[in-house]
C-alpha cells in the first residue's frame, strides 16, 4: 500500500495532518465510526464565516446503494462530481507514474484492487478538502489492512470481536484479535470493547509490545439506563455507543480541547449520540400497509443479535385487541440471502433467536429468498455489482433453493405452517411482501394501529440490504 501511495505523490506522513481516529473490529465498526462522527460535528466549530469550520472525514466500508457513502464530509457522502475529480486524478497519477521510467518493480502494471483504490480516493480527498479529522474505519484485519498506513493516529479503537474472513484472519478468536491490534500506535491512546478473554489477552500483549495502554470501554451509565437516547436502534448499540464516547473525548483532548469531561455527558455527545444516522443497521422502515426491519447481520454472531432485536421489536409492539374482537396476527416475513458464505448455518441461527427456543413465540408465516440481482429487467444497479459470485448459481438459483429446503426442515416441528418463495431479484422479493400485505388487507384486517401492519425482516447480506434500500427509495421517488 506504501508504494501505491509513492505512485500518486505522497507518503505516509503526509497524511498526520488528518488527526486521524482509527478503528478496527469484526462488529459495530461502521455503527461506532458513525457515532463518533456525529458527536465530533457537534463539538467541533462549523463557522465558514469566521474560518473556523472544522471538517469531519469518515471512511466506512462497505457501501448500501452508492459508493459515495464510503468518502463522507461532516456526515454527507461526497458529490458525484468530487468523487469523479478524486477517482480521475487518482488514476490520472498512477497512469502517469506507470510510464515513468522509476516505476517500481514491487507493482503489478495495473491499478491497484477496488478497496485499496478507493482508499487512496478517501485520503487523497480528505486532504484536498482539507479535513482537520478523519474517522478511518478497517476493511479487514488491522495489521496488513490497506488503511493501516496512518502513523499517527490521535486514538484507535477495537470494536467487538467475532469470527469473520475466516481464510484471511484465522479461525481462532486469538488469531483475529492479533490482527485487529495491528492498528495501535505508540503515542496514541487506544480503547476496546470489552472482549473475550483470549482475544483480549492478545490485544493487551500487543499493546505491552507496542508500549500503548490499552483501556477497556465501559457501559457510560446515560448510555446504559436510557438517559442518552441512541439514533441506532438496538440494545448492542449502547456498547458502540460508549465506545464512541471514548474515542471522541480522547480525540477532542488530543487536539487540545483539553476541558472535556465525559462523566455527564456533554450536550454535544448527547445531541451527536441522539441524531446519529446510519442506514441498515436495525433500521425500521415504515410504508401504509408494512412495516420493514432492516439489518445486514451475516456472521453468527450478528445473525443472532438481528434476530433478538427483531423479536423484541415485534413483541413490544404488538397490542392486545379491543375488547370483543378475535385478533389475527400479521403476516410475518422473512426476506433472506447470504450469496458468499454458507447460509444454512446463519438461518440456524436466526431461527433459534427469532423463536426463542421456544415453539410459542415469534413465528414467521412466509419466507422469500432472492439473489443479491437489484431490479427485474435491469440487473445490478451499477453500485451494487458484485464480482465475487458465482454467475451460474445466480442464473439457476441454486444458492436460494438450497436456502428453502435449510428453511424447510428447520419449520417442521412449528405450529404455523410458512409459505416459502424463492424469486430471482431483490424488486422480485418486494413485490412478493407487498403482495403478501395487499391480500392481508384486502380481508379486512387492515387498522391504523402499526403493531396490525404485515413485518419484514430483511438480513443475511449487507449486498442484500443495500439492493432493498435501492429499491425502497426508488418506488418512493
Not at 484536498?128 to 493501516?148: L, R
Request: aromatic fraction near 6%; charge should be neutral; hydrophobic fraction near 35%.
Amino acid at each position: 500500500m506504501i508504494e501505491w501511495l509513492r505512485k500518486i505523490g505522497y507518503e505516509p506522513h503526509d497524511f498526520d495532518s488528518l488527526n486521524a481516529i482509527h478503528i478496527a473490529g469484526t462488529k459495530g465498526k461502521g455503527s461506532t465510526a458513525a457515532f463518533v462522527s456525529s458527536i465530533l460535528l457537534r463539538c467541533l466549530p462549523q463557522d465558514r464565516a469566521t474560518g473556523l469550520d472544522q471538517k469531519i472525514g469518515l471512511y466506512t466500508s462497505p457501501h448500501l446503494r452508492f459508493v459515495r457513502e464510503r468518502i463522507q464530509i461532516n456526515n454527507e457522502p461526497i458529490s458525484e462530481a468530487k468523487f469523479a475529480e478524486s477517482f480521475f486524478e487518482i488514476w490520472d497519477r498512477l497512469e502517469a507514474a506507470q510510464s515513468s521510467p522509476s516505476h517500481g518493480t514491487n507493482l503489478p502494471p495495473n491499478k491497484p484492487v477496488y478497496f485499496r483504490y478507493l482508499t487512496l480516493m478517501a485520503l487523497h480527498t480528505f486532504l484536498k478538502e482539507k479535513v482537520s479529522t478523519a474517522i478511518i474505519e478497517c476493511g479487514i484485519g488491522g495489521e496488513y489492512d490497506s488503511t493501516n498506513i496512518l502513523q499517527k493516529p490521535t486514538v484507535t479503537g477495537i470494536t467487538s470481536l467475532g469470527i469473520d474472513h475466516t481464510a484471511i484472519l484465522g479461525s481462532k478468536i486469538e488469531e483475529i484479535a492479533w490482527h485487529k491490534a495491528g492498528i495501535m500506535k505508540a503515542g496514541a491512546s487506544a480503547f476496546t470493547a470489552p472482549q473475550l478473554p483470549g482475544a483480549m489477552a492478545v490485544l493487551e500483549s500487543r499493546a505491552t509490545k507496542k508500549g500503548v495502554e490499552l483501556k477497556v470501554s465501559k457501559m457510560h451509565d446515560q448510555i446504559d439506563n436510557g438517559e442518552a437516547t441512541l439514533g441506532l436502534d438496538g440494545h448492542f448499540q449502547k456498547t458502540n455507543a460508549s465506545l464512541a464516547v471514548e474515542l471522541a473525548a480522547s480525540h477532542l483532548r488530543r487536539i487540545g480541547l483539553t476541558e472535556i469531561n465525559t462523566e455527564r455527558l456533554p450536550t454535544e455527545f448527547l445531541q451527536g449520540l441522539r441524531e446519529v444516522r446510519w442506514a441498515g443497521r436495525c433500521e425500521t422502515r415504515h410504508e401504509r400497509d408494512l412495516t420493514w426491519h432492516i439489518d445486514g447481520g451475516h456472521t453468527p454472531e450478528s445473525i443472532q443479535i438481528v434476530g433478538e432485536w427483531f423479536r423484541d421489536q415485534v413483541l413490544s409492539s404488538t397490542e392486545p385487541a379491543p375488547q370483543g374482537l378475535n385478533k389475527r396476527s400479521p403476516p410475518r416475513i422473512l426476506l433472506f440471502n447470504q450469496q458468499a458464505r454458507a447460509g444454512g448455518p446463519l438461518l440456524r441461527g436466526l431461527f433459534q433467536a427469532v423463536t426463542g427456543g421456544s415453539r410459542n413465540s415469534i413465528q414467521f408465516t412466509h419466507a422469500i429468498f432472492c439473489t443479491n440481482l437489484t431490479y427485474a429487467n435491469s440487473g445490478y444497479k451499477v453500485d451494487l455489482v458484485s464480482i465475487n459470485v458465482n454467475g451460474q448459481a445466480i442464473e439457476e438459483l441454486s444458492v436460494q433453493n438450497e436456502l428453502a429446503i435449510s428453511w424447510r426442515d428447520l419449520m417442521v416441528n412449528q405450529d404455523e405452517k410458512c409459505g416459502i418463495h424463492v424469486v430471482r431479484t431483490i424488486e422480485n422479493a418486494i413485490e412478493e411482501c407487498r403482495k403478501i400485505a395487499r391480500e392481508w388487507n384486502s380481508k379486512g384486517a387492515r387498522s391504523d394501529r402499526p403493531s396490525d401492519n404485515p413485518i419484514v425482516l430483511a438480513t443475511g447480506s449487507l449486498h442484500l440490504v443495500g439492493g432493498v434500500l435501492e429499491v425502497l427509495e426508488s418506488s418512493k421517488s
